[in-house]
């Protein structure tokens, strides 16, 4: 196992500045983007977001195994990132730039590929965050810099938004400055992540499960049913709150010519806290962090509830910037859980299959992101909401309970979710003992 370097967390890490920046934008401006400019609607644009969530987690799985299946000459992460960039630019490239008066048929299929290898190379990066280290408090650091990467990825795809909205660029101006953000750091960190990151070219591919043994990996293993019910909740919060914030911003709070610089503070705490949520999580374990990150969360949405939306600028600031604060820790801990039960099912099974591990996290997080797209960008449609036209205070209402009050809710659940997790870091260390004694009785 090669030395755990800053070059090494860099190029990791920078792997997740275009993901995010690609990731961000399908959430909380493209929706709007289609619904809107492009002009298919509220309730087909959502229902299309939808259908493709659920298309990606279906192939989730698969592509879990034949990432942990079919190593290659040069290891067994990387060749699997060469092949899911040039795909993932090309979809990227007609979503972002659809062109006038395009049908719900162009959204769907271009939406279907660009989900698929937003897989392949996503996932592969989480998988392969549980080769390069093997350490407890190392798994948080690594994951650490991924999400540092991730919020990093975010805060650089809102500045062009944020520059284009102060010089009175329109909303479609705004979204193309993201895909060109994305078309142009997307080979950059893949080509820097291939060169530095370092990978197990002696690995031998895992044989495929059956279909019907992935039920039984979590009968009977509460620290996987646990990460990921957490992971669940916490996608379907953060999609809540990212897929209603413009809406909030614009229709309730009247603040649309400055609301990618409230989000860019967002991001801004997000990144500047992380390093102290890894430390904390060193001094009192990843799920102790994990319970306090989200109850954070979820009293921060509660404050929402209380402002008064005249003048409410000042105060909105100050909720933007704790909500950025406890944004990231969740998705940070939950992947460094998962790599702790992935040695703990290596143990058992005599397989080390984090690819398989971290496509049913993915799996779960994304059908909470697509019934929360979905579900409610249906519930604005039958509300009476349209996008473009003077909102009512019902409806000014309803964008708040559905921004603030459900994730507020989810968030709680999430963190009951967290006390009395059983892998805990001297469980863990007593897996990595039994581990090395059998790795080095069969050499």
Request: proline share 5%.
């Amino acid at each position: 196992m090669k030395k755990l370097t800053t070059p090494i967390l860099m190029a990791y890490g920078g792997l997740a500045i275009p993901l995010a920046a690609l990731g961000l934008p399908l959430v909380v401006y493209l929706p709007p983007f289609y619904a809107g400019p492009v002009g298919l609607g509220v309730g087909t644009v959502g229902i299309i977001f939808m259908i493709a969530r659920f298309w990606d987690i279906f192939t989730d799985p698969i592509m879990g195994m034949i990432v942990d299946r079919y190593p290659s000459r040069w290891g067994k992460r990387k060749h699997w990132i060469a092949i899911g960039v040039p795909v993932l630019l090309i979809a990227s490239w007609y979503i972002f730039f659809p062109g006038d008066n395009q049908p719900p048929i162009y959204l769907g299929f271009w939406l279907f590929i660009l989900y698929l290898a937003f897989t392949f190379v996503g996932l592969t990066q989480q998988a392969w965050g549980v080769d390069i280290s093997k350490s407890y408090n190392d798994r948080s650091k690594v994951y650490g810099w991924r999400e540092m990467g991730s919020i990093f990825g975010m805060m650089s795809v809102l500045a062009l938004p944020a520059i284009l909205e102060s010089s009175g660029a329109n909303f479609t101006e705004m979204v193309g400055g993201m895909g060109y953000f994305f078309i142009f750091a997307l080979p950059i960190t893949a080509l820097f992540g291939l060169l530095i990151i370092p990978d197990d070219k002696k690995s031998e591919g895992t044989s495929f499960p059956k279909i019907s043994d992935i039920p039984l990996l979590l009968k009977g293993n509460r620290p996987l049913q646990r990460t990921l019910g957490i992971e669940f909740l916490c996608s379907s919060a953060s999609s809540i709150s990212g897929a209603t914030y413009i809406y909030l911003a614009r229709y309730v709070f009247d603040m649309g010519d400055i609301s990618s610089r409230i989000l860019f503070l967002y991001f801004l705490a997000g990144l500047l806290i992380m390093p102290l949520w890894m430390k904390l999580s060193y001094f009192i374990g990843k799920s102790k962090t994990l319970l306090v990150s989200t109850l954070l969360c979820s009293l921060t949405l509660s404050a929402y509830i209380f402002i008064d939306t005249i003048d409410a600028l000042p105060i909105l600031i100050v909720l933007t910037i704790l909500y950025g604060i406890g944004y990231g820790a969740p998705f940070t801990l939950t992947r460094a859980l998962m790599a702790d039960i992935v040695d703990a099912d290596e143990l058992r099974s005599k397989n080390k299959r984090p690819g398989l591990f971290y496509s049913i996290l993915t799996t779960f997080s994304k059908i909470g992101a697509a019934i929360a797209v979905g579900a409610v960008y249906s519930y604005l449609d039958w509300s009476g909401f349209k996008p473009g036209e003077v909102a009512s205070d019902e409806v000014k209402g309803i964008i708040l309970f559905v921004f603030a009050v459900l994730p507020m809710f989810l968030y709680f659940c999430a963190s009951l979710l967290c006390i009395g997790y059983e892998l805990t870091s001297e469980r863990h260390e007593k897996i990595q003992k039994e581990l090395e004694a059998r790795t080095n009785l069969n050499d």
